[in-house]
């Protein structure tokens, strides 16, 4: 049995790959990096919420303070409670975009994905053995994460979780010394103030201290009684330690109240157990590396690391359960499951690598080379990311000026331009998402109740989400913009196709804008 298996015998160091000869290693290692910023470089904002988020911060900003009411609904009293969370991760997300606009936050997220999954990455070859091992196991762990990574708040987060889960390996290996395990409790009382997922610190502390407590039955590990209370006061004090926060005690009743909301539970796909259909393309792999686990480590189960196998399998019933975890298990799975990848000793005579000829050399570095220049030219605010994004579209983005090639095809910005140019006070029917666009584009930093619903699904009664739904099925629309006096509708052509065509068969509504996607009613005076 391997004194640690952390260290796999065959040893890979970085700056062989980056010296010459230049082998494969050189490309493999740039590949995560490089093709984060690549995929991300080419997608425009996917995320709704982005525009939400920016509007709270706006408020905090301006305010000083944290928001603790409505605001902006019109269906609920302007000063009904409302929990604001992540107020950190709104006002840096604000921050970023009054600096440099959509531009510089969608170049935020594409940096950081880039800089997780480039850490991953060189990690995972150090733990396996292998570049071209590391960078693959990488690129899945890449894959199952994908439809998480956004320009939300929680983008604030995904270094702490690399960080944490490095920090707590360096300390059961001993090569960080105990006394900074009091980084836990202090990276979840910032996490509580960026995202809501801040339960992530206490799981991996859980997991180490676990896995110290086994050492006892397994020695992969040296047991020590010390450890195994550092740890579980480490714990302790990452549950602790979020009460940190603008509301104290209140965030964890604010999550769970989250975690059992009707309403989310049932429309939300993030927020639904992952199948092998949810999300689409993604949860069958999520399933094929968890067999794929058990396969590994069930191999190596000699020389199984408790702490490995409790991370990986801590952070897949996360995901199990809700899809919003599959971002932890696409970060935690190549790290667990590396070192069980390692090479007998045959294997590792066949994997050296004889130095390459000259031209192979020279054809090493300029793929490396071109990968990361491509990353870079990608990035928003380029021309030639522009030009790319706009003529070949990896998804349908706007083409025109402005946000050309910075958000979705779809987006109203013209319907919501148009709005511009009516009195103040509207009250606009909308499509649920589209709520966020809307306020940050037609209010200020003094806010106004505008719109139907918003981002936050938690916030109105059951009662109003039924009012919604029915407004957008039945014929009962009019009773209900009566109601609630709304002069102004931004329609989806697609998702509200049955209230489209019957305002435009009313003689009270103009249609005053109207694309491929969207349409903009407004109320006859």
Known sequence: MPADPQKPTTAWKLRNALKPPFTLDLVWLVVPF??????????????????????????????????????????????????????????????????????????????????????????TMKRSGSAMRGAVLTLVGFLIAFQLIAARTHMFVWPLFVLLVWLGTRVRTRRAPLWLLVLFPAAAALWANLHGSFFVVGAIALA???????????????????????????????????????????????????????????????????????????????????????????????????????????????????????MWFGLAAPITLAPYLSLDEAGRQDARQDTPPMVLRVVNLLIALALLAAGILLQPGTTWHRDIVTTYQPIPVRTRAPLAGLVTAETPVAHTELLRKYRKGLHIFHDQKYAGFLTFHLTDANPQQLVFVDQRIELPPQDVWRLYETVIDTPAWRGVFQQFEIDAAVLSLERQAPLVERIRASDDWANVYEDEHNILFVRRD
Do not use: K
């Open 208 to 326: 180490f201290g676990a896995a110290a407590g086994l050492d006892r039955y397994t020695g992969a590990h040296e047991f020590s009684a010390t450890r195994v209370f550092a740890w579980t006061a480490t714990f302790a004090a990452s549950l602790a330690a979020p009460l940190i926060n603008p509301r104290g005690s209140e965030i964890y009743g604010y999550v769970f109240d989250l975690m059992t909301n009707a309403e989310i539970q049932s429309t939300v796909t993030e927020w639904m157990p992952t199948t092998f259909t949810n999300p689409a393309g993604i949860g069958i792999v999520f399933y094929l590396v968890l067999a794929a686990g058990a396969f590994l480590f069930w191999r190596a189960r000699d020389e199984l690391d408790a702490a490995d196998v409790l991370l990986f399998a801590g952070f897949a019933i996360v995901a199990a359960f809700s899809a919003r975890g599959l």
């Open 34 to 123: 490089a093709l984060a910023l690549i995929c991300f470089g080419l997608l425009p904002l996917r995320s709704w919420d982005y525009w939400w988020h920016i509007t709270m911060g706006r408020l905090i900003h301006y305010w000083g303070a944290v928001p603790a009411a409505n605001h902006f609904l019109y269906t609920m009293e302007a000063d009904a409670p409302s929990f604001v969370q992540p107020w950190l991760s709104q006002w840096a997300l604000f921050w970023l975009h009054d600096t440099g606009g959509l531009q510089l936050a969608l170049l935020a997220r594409n940096l950081l994905a880039a800089v997780v999954f480039g850490w991953v990455g060189l990690w």
